[in-house]
């Protein structure tokens, strides 16, 4: 393992050596390798590194060398088939980055699915099988309609992304393609697996639920920018993406197992990306897509500490040391404070332009209010988190163990960049052309907006739920009942196709059976007559056989 960390600082220099050349020169490398040649056709493989792609590539190296360092403490294991199944979903995911084709781009798409359902399933036991394979379920309707949408470009003379501005942009492709995006990135009414795919160890949804996986679907809408445009899909992708937020942010509220809400809010980060794919900030949603990728995972790796560390998932069982957890409780809290856009933090720069610029776009003003009222959830469950964790006492007098070395180092990789990404990379990427004039009260909104919610936070502490079965909080429980249509399907799908594989292997069985019964029955009947003919017979038929075959 330490070789292939190792391995991973080497690539992330050579990364960052190319990242600088790139921006520095505003150049864009494509490099063509030739795979095979036959008589008439060649089979090339492309990579476009271009500044999208060599940052997000950056990204996804530094988070998965952070996750490998962690992972020396959490996998105790079958360490080494941990990390060949990451490091096979780093390859995939970095395909599917570097690819402007869309043949090398499904061969990365299809790589993430197989392996984070090998991921989800890691533990081996009833839950996290059955959550794969919900997740892969899920994942497969967009799979299909991506390769569906594939299919109607083979009308057309090129599968490159960079001709595709010169298409006619029809809605059947384009509506094919936004489906899988909404798919692999968990919008509605495909949510309910995301919280299902926390069944996988924490290290792998730092790494699969918060960088990788779910912005995939984000990361190809952001390159098919010009066809999105011309295509008329805003309106769908800014109701999809609202339902979703809704849904993400009213479900936190309520949410205590500490795995799930960071899912959630995964998901609520996701849908303001969309928003702003729809309203055209294309550069904007690359900017947060990339901050939201380091707090992200930092939180999720000291969730995970957490979870070691107090033996549960629920919040209201967890406490933290300080002195012995020193490094996770600053990088948790100074995450968290990231999450909620702190001024000057990485996000701040991304979260404070898009509500900006949502304010000033042309869009209905019910939405507007109903999108700046679902941006102050977010401080709302993220101060639920620091509070619970911080201001818990610890009810066992035993002394905890510390934090490994392994465990700092993992932490203080993602720290530094979630502190100061923001304002180096701002500066270096065209994030906003447009001026924005805003009113001194609708420049204000922000700051009150943590205000009230810190205020009704402290108001409603004491209140504690009288009759927790109603029906609003059900829907709110339970993801708008979508997970209730998990359960169902698991139940109707799950039994049906074991039933159906049970039977099958049974005839199966029989029948291999059946055929070796029959072929012990005639060898041994051949040997017992070949037995019995004499030998100058056995001879002379020999000689008869050699001399037909020479």
Known sequence: ???????????????????????????????????????????????????????????????????????????????????????????????????????????????????????????????????????????????????????????????????????????????????????????????????????????????????????????????????????????????????????????????????????????????????????????????????????KSLIFLCSSTYISNSNTQDLRKMYSTSINLLVTNVAFNVASMVLCALPFMSSFYSKEIIMEMIMITPLNKITTLTFIILMMVTASYSLKMMIIINMNKMNLTMKMWKETSNQKVSSIILLIPSVILGNSMSWFMELNKNVIYLSITEKLIPPMMIFITTVTIHSISEYKMTQPNKIANQMLTYMWFMKNLNLMSKMMLMTQKIKMLKTTEKGMVVNQVNSLINFIYKGTNLLFKTNQIHLKTAILIMIIFMMIFI
């Not at 570097?98 to 890691?122: A, C, K, Q």
């Open 1 to 295: 393992m330490k070789n292939a960390i190792l391995m991973m600082y080497l690539v992330m220099f050579t990364l960052v050596l190319a990242t600088m050349m790139i921006f520095s020169k505003n150049k864009t490398i494509m490099i063509e390798w030739k795979m095979m040649s036959l008589s008439s056709s060649d089979m090339n493989m492309f990579f476009l590194l271009d500044e999208k792609s060599s940052v997000f590539t950056l990204m996804v190296m530094m988070v998965t060398t952070s996750i490998m360092i962690y992972s020396q403490f959490y996998i105790q294991k079958k360490k080494v088939m941990f990390l060949k199944i990451l490091i096979m979903f780093m390859a995939s995911m970095v395909m599917l980055i570097l690819s402007p084709n869309m043949v090398t781009l499904i061969m990365g798409w299809e790589g993430l699915g197989m392996t984070s359902f090998s991921l989800i399933m890691f533990y081996q036991n009833k839950k996290s099988v059955m959550s794969s394979m919900y997740t892969m379920m899920m994942n497969r309707v967009g799979d299909i309609t991506l390769m569906v949408a594939m299919m109607i470009l083979m009308n057309y003379s090129s599968w490159m992304f960079l001709s595709m501005e010169y298409l006619s942009s029809k809605t059947s492709w384009v509506t094919l393609m936004t489906v899988s995006m909404f798919s692999k990135s968990a919008q509605v009414p495909f949510s309910s697996w995301l919280t299902e795919a926390m069944a996988a160890p924490t290290p792998v949804s730092a790494l699969v639920h918060s960088s990788t996986l779910v912005t995939a679907g984000v990361y190809l809408m952001i390159r098919f920018k010009s066809v999105m445009m011309e295509s008329g899909m805003n309106t769908v992708v800014l109701t999809v993406a609202m339902i979703t937020l809704s849904m993400a942010s009213m479900n936190s509220l309520l949410e205590m197992d500490m795995k799930k809400l960071v899912a959630l809010s995964t998901l609520s980060q996701i849908s303001i990306i969309f928003i702003s794919i729809s309203t055209n900030l294309y550069s904007l949603a690359f900017f947060h897509m990339i901050m939201h990728a380091t707090f």
